[in-house]
């Protein structure tokens, strides 16, 4: 398997504040890495994909400049929710694609947010 | 366009017993992977089983087989001999393998509870 650190696991802000979201691959190195948003009970839905050295690409309906991703070495993407606010609040999860013919993403623990 | 559908909101199973979640996919692309993760209530995703579209034989992991109909477009999962720990949400996903940006689409999810 494969490891991937995600930090922290949970965060409680106040509303209009940034918050920054790690994500790391621990024993292998990820070009590409994958940021998810889950409510509860549901699915998980594609943020964006972080491209190491390159710009993010983000699905459509996702805010750019609200969710800033930055992916600045072969085992760290961030991911930073600027001005916070409520209807921020969820549990955001970050993917490492591990090289290989089956190209597996492995998965961090997840960050529960609560925006207050 | 690609999509995922898990028709069992919910499941039930008797420990030690063998259950079955339903998958089936949509996709023109005529190469692509299938994945199962399993989420328990802490969060994490965690990788179970990949099938890929041109793979002769389903594949196997430990307790996890996957019943893989191409003709049906179906990819169930199996797990045997069910522990009270597989009580989980499971999602079944798809990646194309060509053109290939690596994002995965998931399905609605399963929601699996092993009784004693």
């Known amino acids: 398997g494969a490891v991937v650190s995600q930090h922290p696991s949970r965060v409680i802000c106040k509303s209009g504040t940034s918050v920054k979201i790690e994500c790391r691959s621990l024993?292998?190195?990820?070009?590409?890495m994958f940021w998810y948003r889950q409510f509860p009970k549901q699915s998980l839905m594609l943020m964006a994909t972080s491209n190491e050295g390159s710009k993010a690409t983000y699905e459509q309906g996702v805010e750019k400049d609200k969710f800033l991703i930055n992916h600045a070495s072969l085992t760290l993407s961030t991911l930073t929710v600027t001005s916070a606010h409520p209807e921020d609040s969820s549990f955001y999860i970050c993917s490492a694609s591990k090289r290989g013919a089956k190209n597996i993403q492995y998965f961090g623990a997840g960050t529960r947010l609560s925006v207050l | 366009a690609q999509k995922i559908t898990q028709t069992q909101p919910g499941m039930f199973v008797q420990e030690k017993e063998a259950v079955t979640l339903d998958c089936t996919y949509d996709t023109s692309d005529p190469s692509y992977g299938l994945f199962w993760y399993k989420q328990p209530s802490s969060g994490e995703m965690i990788f179970l089983i990949y099938q890929g579209s041109y793979d002769q034989q389903n594949a196997t992991e430990g307790r996890y087989s996957l019943n893989f109909q191409k003709a049906r477009k179906s990819a169930n999962l199996v797990i045997s001999a069910s522990q009270l720990g597989d009580s989980a949400m499971y999602f079944c996903a798809m990646r194309a393998l060509s053109g290939n940006t690596g994002k995965l689409i998931f399905g609605q999810g399963t929601t699996l509870q092993v009784k004693p």
């Open positions: 024993d292998f190195q990820a070009t590409t």
